[in-house]
T-cell receptor, first 115, second 116 residues
Framework: AQTVTQSQPEMSVQEAETVTLSCTYDTSESDYYLFWYKQPPSRQMILVIRQEAYKQQNATENRFSVNFQKAAKSFSLKISDSQLGDAAMYFCAYRSAVYGQNFVFGPGTRLSVLP | GAGVSQSPSNKVTEKGKDVELRCDPISGHTALYWYRQRLGQGLEFLIYFQGNSAPDKSGLPSDRFSAERTGESVSTLTIQRTQQEDSAVYLC??????????????FGAGSRLTVL
């Protein structure tokens, strides 16, 4: 079974600075998807960014980018120019491309943004 | 609908009572998931529905938990004889099913269950 690990339970960053959240996963599959979800205090989970494993190019969404290292099974999230609204729990998730497979979530990293 | 709708948003119940939590997915989303999130914890998978296929119930923690889904619409998660350990936020999510662009989960705001 696939597993997702986030080794940083908590992180903090100064406003306007850059922070990187780590995620590693374990799988024997070659085709899959990886996601970062954000859960602010309102508890509404929001998709931040998505990466398809067969694409070598790292995904970017405005201030959010990933460093996808397939061989190392690593999928880190970089947040540039951090804003107070970025404070939230961040969950890394894996989904197999095989039909009918579930999403597997990591335990989350709580990010604080300091003014 | 425009988003995934869950009700009630908050439920307080007494130990031993049954509760029903409802999820109304985005129209056209064939896949529907239920997760449990205890305070300060990650997401714990409960059950997954995909179209007319048999649901994946592998995450249900005990036989007190059950869920139903009518076609590709509303789902109900039922917890019988609630225990204090059932206190958590129950999150529902839905998605299209397929390859490109379709694997994104859209979450509801969750139902917070408190068992006294």
């Amino acid at each position: 079974a696939q597993t997702v690990t986030q080794s940083q339970p908590e992180m903090s960053v100064q406003e306007a600075e850059t922070v990187t959240l780590s995620c590693t996963y374990d799988t024997s599959e070659s085709d899959y998807y990886l996601f970062w979800y954000k859960q602010p205090p309102s508890r509404q989970m929001i998709l931040v960014i998505r990466q398809e494993a067969y694409k070598q190019q790292n995904a970017t969404e405005n201030r959010f980018s990933v460093n996808f290292q397939k061989a190392a099974k690593s999928f880190s999230l970089k947040i540039s120019d951090s804003q107070l609204g970025d404070a939230a729990m961040y969950f890394c998730a894996y989904r197999s491309a095989v039909y009918g497979q579930n999403f597997v979530f990591g335990p989350g990293t709580r990010l604080s943004v300091l003014p | 609908g425009a988003g995934v709708s869950q009700s009630p948003s908050n439920k307080v119940t007494e130990k031993g009572k049954d509760v029903e939590l409802r999820c109304d997915p985005i129209s056209g989303h064939t896949a529907l998931y239920w997760y449990r999130q205890r305070l300060g914890q990650g997401l714990e998978f409960l059950i997954y529905f995909q179209g007319n296929s048999a649901p994946d119930k592998s995450g249900l923690p005990s036989d007190r938990f059950s869920a139903e889904r009518t076609g590709e619409s509303v789902s109900t998660l039922t917890i019988q004889r609630t225990q204090q350990e059932d206190s958590a936020v129950y999150l529902c999510a839905s998605s299209l099913f397929g390859r490109s662009g379709a694997n994104v989960l859209t979450f509801g705001a969750g139902s917070r269950l408190t068992v006294l």
